[in-house]
């Protein structure tokens, strides 16, 4: 992934982050809170919405076979059922790939997300999102911030873990 620790700002092309508005959300570099290196991407959910949140994105080109995707993620006072994670699908036809991640939420320090998954015979192009789902439940209105730091895609072979 171009820029996985945020350390330069998102240029907004095709192979960097694009960051868009999201109505009950803001997402932004932060040099205050990082994994490593000096920056993260901090998402501060403003707690008036049930947000269905996919504004932050980026492409890669892939080759089939095993894949490993990692993030390092981290979450203070998450609201709702539904955390913060992530999405890889494909960017050309979805139906062919789309893999979600597990979801943090509540308060945790830096926590790696990994997914293991298998990139399909014509899948080229895989776009990974930021994501947090809509939640079903009552109390849906999510608040709360997360960071995002150190997102990685590399080929892996999933024979080496269950």
């Known amino acids: 992934m ?23 959300a803001q997402a932004e570099r932060d040099a205050a809170v990082a994994h490593s290196g000096g ?28 894949w490993r ?18 999405r890889i699908v494909d960017a050309e036809e979805p139906g062919r790939l789309d893999v979600k991640t597990a979801r943090l939420s509540g308060t945790r320090d830096w926590t790696s997300i990994e997914k293991r998954f298998t990139v ?3 899948t080229r192009l895989v776009e990974v999102q930021v994501v947090r789902e809509p939640s079903l439940k009552f109390d849906n209105k999510i608040s709360g911030t997360a960071w995002v730091d150190d997102v990685r ?7 080496q873990r269950p």
């Not at 403003?46 to 492409?59: F, I, L």
């Not at 895609?153 to 024979?159: A, C, I, S």
């Open 39 to 66: 920056w993260s991407l901090r998402v501060r959910f403003e707690g008036r919405d049930n947000v269905a949140y996919q504004h932050v994105a980026q492409r890669a080109v892939v080759r089939p076979g095993p």
């Open 2 to 24: 171009f820029n996985a620790g945020f350390e330069r700002a998102p240029a907004g092309q095709t192979f960097d982050w694009r960051i868009r508005r999201a109505e009950g």
């Open 120 to 122: 399909p015979e014509r």
């Open 69 to 86: 995707f990692e993030a390092q993620v981290r979450a203070e006072q998450i609201t709702t059922d539904q955390g913060i994670g992530f």
């Open 153 to 159: 895609l590399t080929l892996g072979d999933q024979r």
